[in-house]
């Protein structure tokens, strides 16, 4: 495996089950991130995780939890979502959390349906 | 207010001409970069050219090219030579340096412009 990847591709969930999504990096990145795509808005941060910081967004509700076990490893619990959370949920990373030169290398995303 | 604009939704261009993808971007940062990613259908974010706001030169990266006007605070995409395969939505991006912390410092995505490449 390369680059970053993501599972699963495509989840559907109804409102009360819990899932979690994964995302893995192969990069030797030390700074990983959550974002959440709706239709018709732009690419919002949702968490940073880094050798350097942690980084919330303070508009996402609790019902998603990350968790960080280690620099390669990166996922998003779900608990009780709500139909408006249903997105594309993508996964990135990068050698840094600081510094204004670092890309970010993105997964494929997961496509997240809440019923 | 926005701190990245991308003023065109939709766009269409003659395969094997070139595209220009507007991109403006407000920050009172000295330090900064300018990102645009090509999304397409299959959902992925691909990086495709940065620029730095301490740079000289307008950065390319073969097909692709970045009009970094610092003074309009400008940095926009152009793609020579078109191709059915860069049909795609592009995002630019900046992300903030010294003066900015936390989520602030992080990258921050325009609403996006998607280019269909007519045959």
């Known amino acids: 495996e390369t680059g970053v990847t993501q599972t699963p591709r495509h989840l559907v969930m109804g409102m009360t089950n819990k899932k979690s999504l994964k995302c893995e990096q192969h990069?030797?990145?030390?700074?990983m991130y959550w974002y959440k795509q709706s239709a018709k808005k732009p690419l919002e941060l949702m968490f940073v995780?880094?050798?350097?910081?942690?980084?919330e967004n303070n508009s996402v509700p609790s019902r998603f939890s990350p968790e960080c076990p280690n620099s390669s490893h990166l996922f998003l619990h779900l608990h009780t979502l709500q139909p408006e959370d249903s997105a594309l949920y993508l996964c990135?990373?990068?050698?840094?959390?600081?510094?204004?030169?670092?890309?970010?290398?993105f997964g494929p995303g997961t496509r997240l349906t809440v019923t | 207010a926005q701190k990245i604009t991308q003023t065109q939704p939709g766009m269409f261009v003659q395969e094997k001409e070139a595209v220009t993808l507007d991109c403006t971007y407000d920050?009172?940062?000295?330090?900064?970069?300018l990102f645009w990613y090509k999304q397409p259908s299959s959902g992925e974010m691909i990086f495709l050219i940065y620029?730095?706001?301490?740079?000289?030169q307008n950065a390319t990266e073969g097909r692709y090219s970045l009009n970094f006007q610092k003074a309009r605070k400008s940095a926009n995409l152009v793609i020579s030579a078109s191709q059915l395969g860069d049909s795609a939505m592009y995002f630019c991006?900046?992300?903030?340096?010294?003066?900015?912390?936390?989520?602030?410092?992080?990258?921050?995505f325009g609403s996006g412009t998607q280019l269909t490449v007519l045959p």
């Open positions: 990135a990373s990068s050698p840094s959390s600081t510094g204004t030169f670092y890309e970010q290398y």
């Open positions: 990069l030797g990145h030390n700074a």
């Open positions: 995780y880094s050798l350097e910081e942690r980084v």
């Open positions: 920050t009172s940062d000295p330090s900064y970069g």
């Open positions: 620029q730095g706001s301490y740079d000289q």
């Open positions: 991006a900046m992300r903030e340096g010294t003066g900015a912390s936390g989520s602030a410092r992080q990258l921050t």
